[in-house]
């Protein structure tokens, strides 16, 4: 089936250790989105990218980049994570040029922070 | 600031009723709109879009759309224990295809 990967579902970093999530794609979308959601709260954009045009959002800290090699996957670095860094990071996918078709959801990264 | 409102909850309804949810949201250039539902611990899984004002029904589900209002409301008809999730309005922001997502409404089936 064609579907929205992430590994690994769960990871345990040390404070202040880089961090890198993986997300792959088999559904050719051409636009890959990176979400951090804390307990009880909103999924919120860090950023997307269009094909290989990369879009941050304003309030994303800089301790976050992100990376897409390829149309199939997407990564997101967390460079010095702290303590608040702890989240479920969710990676979506839609299509742009279908009108952008809702957005699949990969089934998260929950990261810990010790 | 676009935002998108949900009522926390918990909505609490009896096994067989019919649970009511309802959004509003303040980007009149929203085009699309969507229902996620989220068990505990889960990512969001998509169980209504809905792009035109009136009703659009799938299986227990029925979407309702209000342009005018700024409301999206979704019923969950013949609710089941396995309904127990937290749901998540989304909207476009504008024709940008990022999603602006509400709080989320927590809904209890209770057997």
């Known amino acids: 089936d064609a579907m929205v990967i992430q590994n690994p579902r769960y990871q345990v970093t040390q404070f202040g250790k880089p961090v890198t999530l993986s997300c792959s794609q088999t559904?050719?979308?051409?636009?890959m989105y990176w979400y951090q959601q804390k307990s009880s709260q909103a999924p919120k954009l860090l950023f997307h990218?269009?094909?290989?045009?990369?879009?941050n959002e304003a309030d994303t800290p800089d301790n976050f980049q992100s990376r897409r090699p390829n149309t199939s996957f997407c990564f997101l670095d967390i460079r010095s994570p702290g303590l608040g860094d702890a989240a479920m990071y969710l990676c979506?996918?839609?299509?742009?040029?279908?009108?952008?078709?809702?957005?699949?959801f990969g089934d998260g990264t929950r990261l810990s922070i010790l | 600031q676009k935002e998108v409102e949900q009522n926390s909850g918990p909505l609490s309804v009896p096994e067989g009723a019919i649970a009511s949810l309802n959004c509003t949201y303040s980007?009149?250039?929203?085009?699309?709109f969507f229902w996620y539902r989220q068990y505990s611990g889960k990512s969001p899984e998509l169980i209504m879009s809905?792009?035109?004002?009136g009703d659009k029904e799938d299986g227990r589900f029925t979407a309702q759309l209000n342009k005018a209002s700024q409301y999206v409301s979704l019923l969950i008809r013949d609710s089941q224990p396995s309904d127990s999730a937290t749901y998540l309005c989304?909207?476009?922001?504008?024709?940008?295809?990022?999603?602006?997502f509400g709080q989320g409404t927590t809904l209890q089936v209770k057997p």
């Open positions: 990218y269009y094909d290989k045009d990369f879009n």
């Open positions: 989304a909207v476009t922001a504008g024709n940008t295809g990022k999603l602006i």
């Open positions: 979506a996918t839609s299509d742009r040029d279908r009108g952008y078709e809702p957005q699949h």
């Open positions: 809905i792009y035109s004002n």
């Open positions: 980007d009149r250039g929203s085009q699309s």
């Open positions: 559904l050719n979308h051409n636009v």
